[in-house]
């Protein structure tokens, strides 16, 4: 079969991440190599409009298209699945990811044939086989789909856990290489915490638990990206990167050793970080770690079930920076708390003074206790159903909450603002290669790029090499 793998853009047009999307690489390469011919657009990079995904239907003319859905851009996946039904009714859809197994009713509505729930690497294949000899499917897990009658169909349980050590390295070749500025790895999947804002890959997607690599397998990756395409820089895409201190050791020791000679960058929580662990992964020519701090109230962060203090997160930040390592950090305004708990962040941000500061309106994204229950944490959804406003970057208006009104909201933002320009921060709306402490806020036009070029190079980021 010809294959179409899609990932639409966040409806967002700010949120323009270079990224590419390791989800549908892994199913793309599963079935590059069962015999299928595969295609990959990612419109993050391809652009704003749906032509360049019209054009690429007519030429390459895809017996079935693969949907990468999540919340941020299903509003472009329902629109795209729709113009496939009425334009394409014989091609094939299917659709995977959070939002979609969330909601996997509301994603045969639009269009899809069939639903995958849950990770979809152990059942891909056998999808693609069944859908080809138009067998029966009730026998695979985590399905949803209707019988030509239009009855119902959920197929019993989900997929079993997918082995990350077991799956192939990603067939990068799949992607438009040219159009991404460094390339991207998992060394881990899924998160064992349970933040209340957090829409937790373990639990929503993976069946249970986490998935971890073997160090040795996650360097001979990085290897590989190294002699085959030149990469320079990874990002780690893990919720926690490689989760445990012990495995964070052992990677960062034989990446030493073996002079692995490539730039990366790691997210991770702060209780996590140490000056032992720092060191190792300056040594290991770890550049930058991002460290989800979400607020600078103790309260704030306990009834968000964060897991962390204050405290813990200034030692986590501080031997971070000690060791050499850029720290960025993410804050949530709008987390439940009162008015003078949400300003409690901007003294804490300037004591810790990160070199970067990326701080967003919180968004109760499905999936999450603040979005199946939010009235009684005192935040309004206008309608429950308008995607349009779960994006991070923005500053969305239907979305309100009891405790801080939109205006109160507006102007934390603005003093905030206000706080780190006179600290010496510099907006990224007007960041240049070479700023040291760079912030950004819903009120911004730009985001932060994940690798800044040194100061002199030039201001753009070099594409990578085909």
Partial sequence: MRILLVAPRSFNPKQMYREYPLGIG??????????????????????????????LVAEFQPHLAGFSVITPNYPVARRQLRWFRDHHPAIRLLAGGIHATLFPEDLLADGADVVVMGEG???????VA??????DLSGLPGLVYRTPAGALVRSTGRSQTTSLNDLPFVDRSL????KYTHHSMLASRGCPH????????????RSDGVGVRWHENVIAEMEYLRDTFGAREIFFADDIFLLRKA????FCRTNAERRVGVRWIGQMRADRVDTLIAEAM????????????????DRILRDAKKGLTTDQIRKGVRAAMAAGLRAKTGWIYGLPGTLEEQYESIPFMLDLRPHEISIHQLIPFPGTIYYTDAARFGIRLANPKAFESFCYGGLDGDIRFDYLSHAQLRQLFEDSARALEAAGYVSSDRAQPGDEYIYTTPLSRNSMNVFRPPAASAAAEPALAA
């Avoid at 349970?194 to 997607?205: I, K, L």
């Avoid at 300056?282 to 930058?288: L, P, V």
């Fill in 26 to 55: 892994f199913l793309g390469t599963l079935l590059q190599g069962a015999g299928h011919e595969v295609r990959i657009f990612d419109q993050n990079v391809e652009g704003l409009e749906d032509d360049g995904l019209w054009h």
């Fill in 121 to 127: 690497e152990p059942v891909i294949l056998d999808l």
């Fill in 130 to 135: 069944g859908l080809l000899a138009g067998s």
């Fill in 175 to 178: 992607y438009n290489l040219p």
């Fill in 194 to 205: 349970h933040c209340a804002f957090c829409c937790n890959y373990t639990g929503a997607v």
């Fill in 247 to 250: 495995d964070i050791l052992q």
């Fill in 282 to 297: 300056r040594a290991a020519d770890c550049q930058r770690i991002y460290f989800g701090v979400e607020a600078g109230s």
